[in-house]
């Protein structure tokens, strides 16, 4: 999972960014998300950083949409793939620091003249690379187009925006997805349909648009009037311009099947005798991105990235504590303590109004006291390398006011309190 970090500075103006980035140009404005070029002050390393308002996201119910995001990029990491580095929030913002492509979009060198044959080929592989690889981690894109492909330094092909990615998760019982998405010159017939469609063939088509598009320097479906345009998608009405190789033109005729059961596959793609011309399978070696397990005895749970952002309201991290209303009532705070060193310091708290360890286990533990009016459970998940977060969960009869007056002041001492950015 990419770490979390929390502060209130704000991108509007040029700064740093948590004491960690150097803030520059504005590379470009989307829905409800700005994208910044930054810099690491400490690694000199160039990155791109996606601010997304809070008050958007929720204004606009895209509180799912921005969960899904950091949920597919974090189990994504391949060469041809935007990589995301971490994830950090204030009260306002949740900021991605993502892999800066510093050759920009696709789109845009295409956009001056079609490519070679073989330059077509050669980010064909590319992108196919990373699509088969999202593919066999349950991941479909949605939404190819030339402005989702970026290229980096060394002009070599990187997937970005998942906003419109579908997860295996959710596939309906029929085993299609139902969501209508994409671009509408890029859009499936069977998407176009309405009947449900498989993630994979769409994005198969969608990789087809695109490699007509290099190859030819136009779309393959295009109109002014969209309907008319639906109409040739769904019957599939293109032509090749004259300069396309027959077993190009074969390729395309296959990848542009309006039949998805017919479509052809990734494996298929990949045994194609043109797609296969100086193709070299792209190896690599994936790290995990979940944080590892520090310690052998402890059997918690990481939180997921959403969730984190989720509790907090910025820089003021005591505010992380928040009540419900039954018996079961739940705190949580951020801590820059290690595990061992709270789970003693709570165990001493809890003595003090004979509240005393009933069960542990790893950085769990159970309490109870008050001749069995009190119940509480501690559990300690770690965030970053150095900071973790604290759930108390507590069954209260009659002893709510010890809790307020007594134990709970106790732990204010273990609340991270964030560097200042004045």
């Not at 010159?185 to 993630?199: D, R, T």
């Not at 293109?238 to 309006?258: A, H, Q, V, Y």
């Amino acid at each position: 999972m990419p770490e979390i970090l929390e502060q209130t500075e704000s991108l509007e103006a040029p700064g740093y960014l948590f004491g960690k980035y150097e803030l520059g140009k504005l590379l470009g404005c989307g829905a409800f998300a700005k994208v910044y070029h930054a810099r690491n002050v400490h690694t000199g390393q160039s990155v791109a950083i996606k601010a997304v308002s809070k008050q958007k996201v929720l204004k606009g119910n895209l509180t799912a949409h921005v969960k899904r995001e950091i949920s597919i990029m974090s189990r994504l990491h391949h060469p041809h793939i935007v990589r995301l580095f971490e994830v950090m929030a204030t009260k306002t913002k949740i900021y991605f620091v993502l892999e800066f492509a510093k050759g920009g979009e696709l789109f845009t060198k295409v956009a001056k003249g079609r490519f070679s044959e073989d330059l077509s080929r050669r980010y064909f592989q590319q992108l196919v690379s990373a699509i088969g690889y999202c593919h066999s981690r349950g991941v479909f894109h949605r939404d190819l187009k030339p402005e989702n492909l970026l290229l980096d330094e060394n002009w070599n092909l990187k997937v970005t925006d998942f906003g419109l990615s579908a997860l295996t998760e959710q596939i309906r019982p029929d085993g299609l997805l139902h969501t209508l998405c994409g671009t509408p010159a890029y859009v499936a017939p069977e998407i176009l349909a309405k009947k449900g469609y498989e993630g994979a063939k769409v994005d198969i088509w969608s990789c087809g648009i695109v490699l007509f598009v290099l190859n030819a320097g136009y779309l393959p479906f295009n109109d002014p009037n969209l309907m008319v345009m639906y109409r040739k998608i769904y019957k599939g009405e293109f032509r090749c311009p004259k300069w396309t190789s027959p077993d190009l033109k074969r390729l395309l005729c296959r990848l542009l099947d309006t039949n998805p059961d017919t479509r052809i596959t990734v494996d298929e793609i990949i045994n194609d005798p043109w797609f296969r011309k100086g193709y070299k399978e792209i190896k690599f070696h994936e790290e995990h991105l979940e944080l590892k397990d520090q310690s052998e005895e402890n059997s918690s749970k990481y939180l997921n990235a959403f969730d984190i952002i989720s509790y907090s309201s910025g820089a003021n991290l005591s505010g992380l504590l928040n009540k419900s209303g039954n018996s079961v009532k739940g705190e949580r705070f951020i801590s820059e303590e290690t595990p061992e060193k709270i789970i003693e310091k709570v165990e001493e708290i809890g003595k003090t109004e004979n509240v005393t360890v009933v069960k542990k286990q790893g950085w769990s533990m159970k309490m109870e006291g008050q001749n069995g009016n009190f119940e509480m459970t501690v559990s300690i998940y770690q965030l970053t390398e150095k900071l973790v977060v604290v759930e108390i969960k507590r069954s209260t009869v009659g002893v709510e006011q010890m809790w307020k007056d007594k134990l709970r002041p106790q732990l204010n001492g273990l609340i991270y309190q964030p560097p200042s950015t004045s």
